[in-house]
């Protein structure tokens, strides 16, 4: 027993000791900056200075170059009201797995009171949840963690991250296309695999009957990204579930703000059926957290002229779009902040 007492000692010291060097010496912040995980520096060296946390991803800070203005979606939040302090973490294609981490940062002691938490419809479906981008996020959520330095060091040299190589990515990929299943109110298609080839091969058709391919490969990626069913074994949802569980119990005020969707080309493009599924998976979150959180539903805030991007579905905004959002957070935010 005394000799196990001293190994345990001797472990202890030898840990303590690693773990001081590794911070002392630079090697943490190194690894920090290596895994583009810089972050971290901004939240913790900010908790105090705010009473708001703007938590997303490119959606917040996307502009076009025909803006009047190129303020971000936080930014347009902090100015609606001087009682906002809003500090702004976002980047792009994070989801709540990394906001997860974000918010376990913040401890009582900080002067963070409020947390806006970007909903995005596409970070629930395979397409993201499998990106060729989540290797690298994954490995510096072990930077974002409350671990201990030495312990994060140990987890990236052994790579205990979601390491998979892009080809597997890419084949569970196609095998959710394959085997995940539907009801389209027209019974038409049950996966992803038959909507998607049926919309290749015959495709969207110009004015003179022709295949116009530019509108068909749109067509082909809204249903690729948004014709899924969210349910409660859905990863983000665990995410969101410890997120609430958190807040709670640590007495944060969170606010899902859920994104505009282009649900008007999504229906233009690919049918009604489409913007079933969409308004069917935004009624599965409203439903879930409705009463466990302040929810804001800006699903069909914007019309299709709002949207930036034209060659992919993205959450992308012009600068009406992101004022729009912006101003209804701000009038939930007043009732928690005046």
């Excluded at 990394?98 to 395979?126: A, E, P």
């Excluded at 994954?138 to 671990?147: E, V």
């Excluded at 022709?210 to 859905?234: L, M, P, R, S, W």
Aim: include cysteine; charged fraction near 30%; glycine fraction near 4%.
């Amino acid at each position: 027993m005394k000799k196990l007492i001293v190994y345990i000692f001797i472990f202890t010291a030898i840990a303590f000791a690693a773990n001081f060097c590794y911070i002392k010496t630079g090697l943490y912040d190194a690894d920090i900056i290596k895994c583009n995980a810089e972050l971290v520096y901004k939240i913790d060296y900010s908790l105090n200075d705010y009473n708001t946390l703007y938590l997303g991803e490119s959606s917040n800070f996307t502009f076009s170059d025909r803006d009047s203005s190129k303020r971000s979606i936080s930014e347009l939040i902090d100015e609606n009201d001087p009682n906002f302090k809003v500090l702004t973490i976002s980047k792009g294609a994070i989801h709540a797995g990394t906001f997860k981490l974000f918010i376990k940062r913040i401890k009582n002691t900080s002067s963070i009171k409020n947390i806006i938490l970007t909903v995005n419809l596409r970070s629930f479906g395979i397409n993201w949840i499998e990106s060729d981008l989540e290797t690298n996020l994954s490995r510096a959520n072990i930077l974002y963690s409350d671990y201990p330095p030495i312990l994060k060091k140990c987890m990236l040299s052994f790579k205990a991250y979601d390491n998979q190589e892009l080809f597997k990515r890419k084949e569970t990929i196609k095998s959710h296309y394959k085997n995940d299943r539907f009801k389209l109110q027209t019974l038409k298609y049950e996966s992803v695999r038959d909507w998607d080839k049926e919309m290749f091969n015959k495709g969207i058709l110009d004015v003179n009957g022709n295949k116009d391919q530019e509108k068909t490969d749109i067509a082909c990626h809204f249903i690729k990204n948004y014709a899924f069913v969210i349910n409660e074994n859905n990863p983000r949802i665990k995410d969101l579930d410890d997120i609430v569980l958190y807040c709670r119990e640590n007495d944060l005020n969170l606010i899902f703000n859920i994104l505009p969707e282009n649900y008007e080309r999504a229906t233009a493009l690919c049918g009604k059926d489409l913007e079933t599924l969409m308004r069917n998976n935004v009624g599965f979150i409203q439903k879930r957290y409705g009463s466990k959180t302040i929810l804001i539903n800006n699903f069909d805030l914007l019309k299709d002229s709002c949207f930036i991007d034209r060659s992919w579905p993205t959450e992308h905004y012009i600068y009406f779009g992101r004022k729009a959002i912006a101003d209804r957070v701000s009038e939930e935010l007043k009732k928690i902040t005046h």
